[in-house]
């Protein structure tokens, strides 16, 4: 257990839906990312906060939004979802921006 | 936009073999990071480099930062099939907003 805890760990949903993916940081950690991973493909970035502000953007879709709340908890919301969408999600905390991440388990989204 | 690439993509070596994974960024970095994601699971942090030309190790892997802070390299000896997985660099520059880029990754497979 890394102490990012990410759920659902699954995700089977259909397209044009809406889904919701959460995260709870590692205890004392400020900051709290976002990351796509495609089948057998790199860590695209999404997008970043600290302490409940948005601090970086990366790839993120229109149709993405994402937030981190008061408890410093984050949530990823995707919207009109389309096939190309279905990926591993992972969110990873960090004390601040210059330390190693600690990622989560991730969720895996699939979009039939 | 600042892009970081790793060569090999792939490598399958013979256990007792040594491996190494290169990590290219096309803008200057002010530090870099080293993550193992295993077979199915998520990544894990490694290590961090800061300095100019600095190299650490951690037992058998050795990790540098080039001189001109834009590339670095990960060096294996004697690969065990404890270190099959994909190796990600991860680079941050400090223009802009702060944040990682993860490099394309090197799955590394060794056969016993």
């Known amino acids: 257990d890394s102490g990012v805890t990410q759920t659902p760990k699954h995700l089977i949903t259909a397209t044009g839906q809406r889904v919701t993916l959460r995260c709870s940081p590692r205890s004392g950690d400020l900051s709290v990312y976002w990351y796509q991973q495609s089948l057998d493909q790199g860590l695209q970035f999404l997008i970043q906060y600290y302490n409940g502000e948005e601090r970086a953007k990366g790839n993120i879709l229109e149709r993405f939004s994402a937030q981190q709340f008061p408890d410093l908890h984050s949530e990823l919301n995707l919207s009109s979802l389309e096939l190309g969408d279905s990926a591993l999600y992972f969110c990873?905390?960090?004390?601040?921006?210059?330390?190693?991440?600690?990622f989560g388990s991730g969720t895996r989204l699939t979009v039939v | 936009g600042q892009q970081v690439m790793q060569i090999p993509q792939y490598q399958h070596v013979q256990e007792g073999e040594d491996f190494t994974t290169y990590c290219n960024s096309s803008t200057t970095l002010s530090n870099i990071q080293w993550y193992k994601q295993r077979p199915g699971g998520h990544p894990v942090f490694l290590i961090q480099?800061?300095?100019?030309?600095e190299v650490k190790k951690q037992k058998r892997l050795t990790f540098q930062f080039g001189e001109a802070k834009k590339n670095s390299s990960l060096h294996i000896t004697a690969t065990q099939t404890t270190d099959v997985g994909t190796y990600f660099c991860a680079g941050a520059t400090t223009s802009g907003t702060y944040k990682y880029i993860f490099g394309t990754g090197t799955r590394l497979k060794v056969l016993a």
């Open positions: 480099l800061v300095k100019s030309g």
């Open positions: 990873a905390s960090s004390v601040d921006v210059n330390y190693g991440y600690t």
